[in-house]
T-cell receptor
């Protein structure tokens, strides 16, 4: 079963910040929060991940609450090309060298409008 | 470079056919994955290969047979599929360590239609 809960859809005006929330109240101490997005019929694209600290890269920022039970992905200046399904994923801890198991939730369909 | 390639892009097959999907990466990753994605649903993990050994099989029917000939290649052999197996099949790869940096990178997928 998915370990994350996201709103099914959100709208955002072009040029504004898009804030996508995610609840992961059952996350364990050694599980990571990952965000991917999927533009229609393409493969999922990695955005960002974190364990407990806030993270920023050229695409987005990830804010994780202190209790780690929720997080927010921030796209600082959304464009029409950011329209996609955004998945918040808790990556399960794996035995070393066994790879990583991603369990996708239902995701949030973000529509960026002119 | 974080590119994972998949061939073919589209595949149409009958229920009695045998076909194969191919995935390739040249990032030196040691873990490779197959996911299945039905329309309007999230991807679901099927198999994980780590260091060329099958480490996870998510109870996938035997009509799907994975193969990892070397660390750069991953195949999915298909035989006697059903129409409900029609889906987007996604390949991914990662370093394989399982640690913080073990990010999975996905290919564009193969769109499979079973008639």
């Amino acid at each position: 079963d998915a370990k994350t809960t996201q709103p099914p859809s959100m709208d955002c005006a072009e040029g504004r910040a898009a804030n996508l929330p995610c609840n992961h109240s059952t996350i364990s101490g050694n599980e990571y929060v990952y965000w991917y997005r999927q533009i229609h019929s393409q493969g999922p694209q990695y955005i960002i991940h974190g364990l407990k600290n806030n993270e920023t890269n050229e695409m987005a920022s990830l804010i994780i609450t202190e209790d780690r039970k929720s997080s927010t992905l921030i796209l600082p200046h959304a464009t029409l090309r950011d329209t996609a399904v955004y998945y918040c994923i808790v990556r399960l801890y794996m035995i070393y060298n066994q790879g990583g198991k991603l369990i996708f939730g239902q995701g949030t369909e973000l529509s960026v409008k002119p | 470079d974080t590119e994972v390639t998949q061939t073919p892009k589209h595949l149409v097959m009958g229920m009695t056919n045998k076909k194969s999907l191919k995935c390739e990466q040249h990032m030196g990753h040691r873990a490779m994955y197959w996911y299945k994605q039905k329309a309007k649903k999230p991807p679901e993990l099927m198999f994980v290969y780590s260091y060329e050994k099958l480490s996870i099989n998510e109870s996938v029917p035997s009509r799907f047979s994975p193969e990892c000939p070397n660390s750069s290649l991953l195949n999915l052999h298909l035989h006697a599929l059903q129409p409900e197996d029609s889906a987007l099949y996604l390949c991914a790869s990662s370093q394989g360590s399982g640690g913080l940096g073990d990010t999975q990178y996905f290919g564009p997928g193969t769109r499979l239609t079973v008639l």
